[in-house]
């Protein structure tokens, strides 16, 4: 089964509403920066929890299809197989702990709340985190701050004019030390090429299509011949050079044996397993380019049991 917590912490960093279908919503509300008893703090994101606004918007199901690679129909399935769970859980327990979001709770009258986690915690602050809690000073304490910051801008001038005198001072010692020059042991690239005094053998590859007839010469036997039988090329090269390059994908799996699985309880189907980019692909046709491998689409059958195909190119 999807872990479906983890889409519902992703949508809930990115997201203001988040619908569980079939239960309610996580709702965020933005409280901008503030600045309380001399303190700045930064802006927050704080969570509730509304029973009532539990429509299937398909936010969470098209998740669950990006991230498995599944048709929108099946992660819509998935995503009520999995929330189903969850509120088995919340029914069996009282309570239902959702990492880093909150804690839906039952008292004793069946009323369901949300106690949100600390806003420090939160995922959905994710984005805050790195901002910090302040201290704003009053109008003295700022001047004498000016004062100082006026101060350490003069020596850091000072500092940087120093440096600059001592690298022109540098750069005068260099140009003005005079700098011996070898021409005997130097190379110069208007030097012409060394001449070839010796020749070198060269082992050229032999080509040449089966049944060839090579002539060879032979001591004393000016007009003696013999036939050289080559080889074909191998048929792995051939292979390679019509190798498809367009995957017609109906599913994608993370392993291999639920790959196999979706193979199996399919037979009347000419299906087979691609593995790429660490997921097991079922392909159900091939092609050298995209009209090839597509044309499978064409048949209604096919696109009744598969409407989501797509082409993959590698």
Partial sequence: MIDIIQHIQYLVSRHDCVILPGWGAIVAQHVPACVSDGILYPPVRKLGFNPAVNHNDGMLAHSVARREGISYDSAVAAVTAAIAKLRNLYDVAGLLALPRIGTLRRDSSGTMSFIPVADAKSIANIAFFELPVMEV?????????????????????????AAAVAAMIALGITLTTPVIVNRADTSFASVPAPKVTAAKAVNLPLAAPADSTLFIAVPNHADATDTLKLAPAPAAVAAKALAPTFY??????????EANAYVAARPDEKLTVFESDRRFRIVAATGSSFNEA??????????????DAWVLRK
């Fill in 137 to 161: 000073v009053d109008n003295a304490r700022q001047e004498s701050a000016s004062e100082a910051v006026v101060r350490l801008s003069g020596l850091r001038a000072f500092a940087r004019g």
């Fill in 248 to 257: 017609l994908i109906v599913s994608s799996h993370a392993n291999r044996a």
């Fill in 294 to 307: 597509v044309a499978l689409k064409s048949n209604a059958d096919f696109s009744r049991r598969h409407p």
